[in-house]
């Protein structure tokens, strides 16, 4: 089964220059760009068979990406 990665680089790949941008100068846009990454992470080694773990725990990590995304998406559109 392929796994789709979901970086933000390729979700908001319009956005490359602004979260470049941000990234020098926007420590909050760094938090949430480093928990994206770690949660992102997660989420590839459970799909992937690497680390075994509960579905609840799997779909609330999912909630817990998106919720980030999207506060992620706010700060690069504003």
Known sequence: MT???HTLAEEFSEHLDKMHNMKLT????VNLHEKYDKANEEINQIE?????TSDIFLEDLKKKRLVLKDEIYTLITA
């Open 26 to 29: 926007n420590q909050y846009f």
């Open 48 to 52: 992937s068979g690497l680390e075994p």
């Open 3 to 5: 796994h789709i990665h």
